[in-house]
């Protein structure tokens, strides 16, 4: 999983929300996920369908759609409102960003990476 900074999305604007005093609307955005020659030798097909979840802060966890294949071009972009604070800071600095990469199958799912 590729990591990095960039600009905000130009093609759509984050939801209007009401933001209080403090409050700031972070967006984190997911490109692309590459799976190496060693993973895709443990994936059932050259052409698996996989999705991302990832968990930031106090949000809920969020899910990327279905893709098929190696190389994914999720182009998946969250937003969250948060309370900048010392709490919120220190997770900033301390924290991960955990993301897993799940295979479905059926109707069911298998975990097959984790990143943090």
């Not at 984190?28 to 097909?45: F, K, N």
């Not at 369908?49 to 969020?62: G, I, P, R």
Request: hydrophobic share 40%; net charge neutral; aromatic share 8%.
């Amino acid at each position: 999983l590729e990591l990095g900074t960039r600009q905000p999305s130009s093609r759509m604007p984050p939801p209007a929300v009401d933001l209080q005093h403090g409050e700031n609307v972070l967006e984190l955005h997911l490109s692309r996920v590459e799976v190496t020659p060693d993973g895709a030798g443990l994936l059932p097909s050259s052409t698996p369908s996989l999705f991302v979840t990832f968990d930031f802060y106090e949000h809920q966890t969020q899910i990327t759609k279905l893709r098929s294949g190696l190389r994914l071009a999720f182009d998946h972009s969250s937003h969250f409102k948060v309370t900048v604070n010392e709490t919120f800071l220190r997770y900033l600095l301390k924290g991960t960003l955990l993301l897993e990469l799940h295979l479905a199958v059926g109707t069911s799912f298998k975990t097959v990476a984790v990143s943090n």
